[in-house]
């Protein structure tokens, strides 16, 4: 797949009145069977017709992505998605309609020849979201089919928030990239399962909207998998995602829980081992309290994920760059401050756990 020629599409999504123009070629690509990355308010999803398994297969290629992994159906409206589904619950439709378009994810009983086997891994359930962000949405429109879109990188990688990261991974072996800047949230969506007949949400896997969030709006939230445990000889998940290792850094990560002082401790102590043994090391840090100990020495990298102790939303945001810049600073070890599993927390920490293989240190 590497002789294809990926063309790049710049599409400003602030201007309303040449975005369908400017998409037109793109979403031709999708609807012809093409591969085509674009932007989400998540991350980039790489997207193919998920009625046609030729296409979707294409994705598997692309990506080294294992075929047992179901894979998420991207829709324009709240129509398409009940038209891939066999049922649509109460309890799924008001999820629906309170928080799409957005970062959630529905798993719903799949209608027999809605979309390709290779889309839902065999399974009897499609995973669906309706996105947010208007580059996405008008494509998906465009191309008047639903969109399979996995994260547009390659697989095992972190997930790509900006073109450039999508080009460094599938360059030649896709049809296409639409850049339309930065990604919002910067983690995948979070996905849901309805149980029935309880109607209860069950998390599969955390993500852009928190499980504090469902209950807020007054979902019932039966479970919470933090997703952390990886289970390759397991039958094939109901969640994308969850089943393999994710969002690897080319250095060897380590995630150093606890109290502050102690966490900058420990970071410090690895620091200096490093230094002495001639190894690259980087630290991704949250801003310290007041009146904590002073920033690291030694690193060759520090990344800060976010200018306030514990902001978790931009730690987020900023999570799967930075990655990516460690590993064009050839960076060998990495230390990454962990943050408190609460709110959008708890998907941070599934991303960072995944990244680092569960390379967990507690101080």
């Known amino acids: 797949m590497s002789d294809i020629r990926t063309k790049l599409w710049r599409v400003?999504?602030?201007?309303?009145?040449?975005?369908?123009?400017?998409l037109l070629e793109a979403s031709a690509r999708l609807r012809d069977g093409g591969l085509v990355a674009f932007p989400t308010e998540t991350v980039y999803g790489v997207g193919a017709d998920a009625r046609s398994t030729a296409a979707v297969?294409?994705?598997?290629v692309a990506k080294g992505r294992p075929s047992d992994n179901p894979l998420?159906?991207?829709?324009?409206?709240?129509?398409?998605?009940?038209a891939l589904a066999s049922e649509v619950g109460p309890v799924e439709r008001r999820l629906m309609e309170t928080f799409w378009p957005g970062p959630l994810t529905i798993v719903l009983p799949a209608r027999p020849g809605a979309v390709s086997p290779r889309v839902t891994a065999g399974l009897d359930t499609v995973a669906v979201r309706l996105p947010s962000?208007?580059?996405?949405?008008?494509?998906?429109?465009?191309s008047e089919v639903p969109v399979a879109a996995p994260s547009a990188n390659r697989s095992g990688r972190p997930s790509p928030t900006r073109a450039e990261h999508v080009r460094e991974?599938?360059?030649?072996?896709?049809?296409?990239?639409?850049?339309?800047?930065?990604?919002?949230?910067?983690?995948?969506?979070?996905?849901?399962l309805v149980d029935r007949?309880?109607?209860?949400?069950?998390?599969?896997?955390?993500?852009?909207?928190?499980?504090?969030?469902?209950?807020?709006?007054?979902f019932v939230v039966a479970s919470v998998d933090a997703g952390d445990a990886e289970a390759p000889d397991a039958a094939a998940p109901r969640s994308p995602g969850v089943k393999y290792k994710h969002y690897a850094p080319k250095g060897r990560l380590i995630v150093v829980e606890g109290a502050g002082d102690a966490v900058r401790a420990y970071i410090q102590a690895r620091l200096d081992e490093d230094a002495a043994a001639g190894a690259r090391a980087a630290v991704l840090a949250f801003a310290p309290a007041p009146g904590a100990a002073p920033a690291y020495r030694g690193a060759a990298k520090l990344v800060a994920l976010a200018e306030t102790p514990g902001d978790a939303a931009t730690a987020a945001h900023r999570l799967y760059a930075a990655l990516r810049d460690c590993d064009a600073a050839a960076i060998e070890r990495l230390y990454a401050e962990a943050v408190d599993p609460s709110g959008l927390g708890l998907a941070f920490m599934n991303r960072l756990r995944k990244a680092a293989g569960n390379r967990i240190v507690t101080v």
């Not at 400003?12 to 400017?22: F, G, M, V, Y």
């Not at 339309?180 to 949230?185: C, K, T």
């Not at 309880?198 to 969030?213: D, F, K, Q, T, Y």
């Open 12 to 22: 400003d999504a602030r201007n309303d009145s040449s975005l369908r123009e400017q």
């Open 133 to 142: 962000h208007p580059i996405a949405r008008e494509l998906i429109a465009l």
């Open 169 to 192: 991974d599938l360059n030649g072996r896709i049809d296409g990239i639409v850049d339309g800047g930065a990604a919002d949230v910067g983690l995948e969506s979070t996905v849901v």
């Open 57 to 60: 297969e294409r994705i598997f």
């Open 72 to 82: 998420i159906v991207h829709v324009a409206t709240i129509e398409a998605a009940e």
């Open 197 to 218: 007949p309880s109607g209860a949400v069950r998390v599969l896997r955390p993500g852009g909207v928190s499980a504090e969030a469902l209950a807020a709006a007054g």
